[in-house]
């Protein structure tokens, strides 16, 4: 007769997981969780100030998705380029609210996130 | 890309580091969290956020002594543990406290020859825990806090948390036998 005590426990910690009736435990995070963490990232980052400019982010040959590409060509100051445009595009929304997004932009994270 | 890479791009506020960090090591820290919130995953999505928020607060004394990845898990730990810190500190339960150690016949795990129905065995007792048993029982044995790190953390004495672990295993023995 024993009692089920710490080597109990130690014992059996060592032979399991307690995920084994987690049927999603290999299941990837949802998407619009991405999405919520990334926007939520941006955001913070816009708090302390600007955000690197497009322009940079092109020139270390990351992709630009339609709309930050055509802001990027504008003949604007570096400062505009900064800005969070992320915050204002329906792409977040849609992909922050639905699990399964139909967002097809190409370089869109939200877009990434759902298709990945 | 590279850690440090990615980190000096983070750092720099790039959008698309952003995105390619979150897309990256998500999974990763999704994964653990839920496990150690499991069966009640309600609060994985907030945790893992924290997790994220976090990481960017902190990413400027990243040493890349160990990989993003671990640092990461690091900090994912720490949230995880919080978790539990704050049930534990909420009142104790009124039931009566049965002193009478849970003396029965020493489990033979070798017996049960599959790991995984041993580990089936193990998660539907914990689920059937109180929520507190559950988060001492993870916390002590899963996540291998010592009693002096969970009375620390939880401003309790070590002779309430051994007695609380005590309880716990007892309705974990209780349970294992009606599995």
Known sequence: ?116 | MGDRELVDALLGKDRKATAEFVGRYSDAVYSYVRSRLIPHTDRTDDLVQEVFMTAWQQLGSFRAESSLHTWLLAIARHKVQDHYRALLRQPASLEEWDETPALISMPQFDDILDAQRLSAKVALTLAALSEQYRAALLWRYWENCSVRDMAQRTNKTEKAIERLLARARKAFKEGWDHV
């Open chain 1, 1 to 116: 007769m024993f009692e089920w005590g710490d080597d109990t426990f130690k014992s059996l910690v060592k032979r399991t997981e307690p995920t084994a009736l987690d049927k999603d435990k290999e299941a990837k995070t949802p998407a619009h969780l991405k999405a919520k963490i990334y926007s939520r990232l941006l955001s913070i980052q816009s708090e302390t100030g600007p955000l690197a400019s497009l322009t940079a982010t092109s020139t270390n040959g990351r992709g630009l998705c339609v709309f930050e590409e055509a802001v990027r060509i504008l003949p604007i100051g570096e400062q505009v380029k900064s800005l969070n445009f992320c915050k204002v595009c329906h792409a977040r929304l849609l992909g922050e609210k639905l699990s399964k997004a139909l967002i097809y932009w190409k370089n869109c994270p939200y877009a990434d996130f759902h298709r990945s």
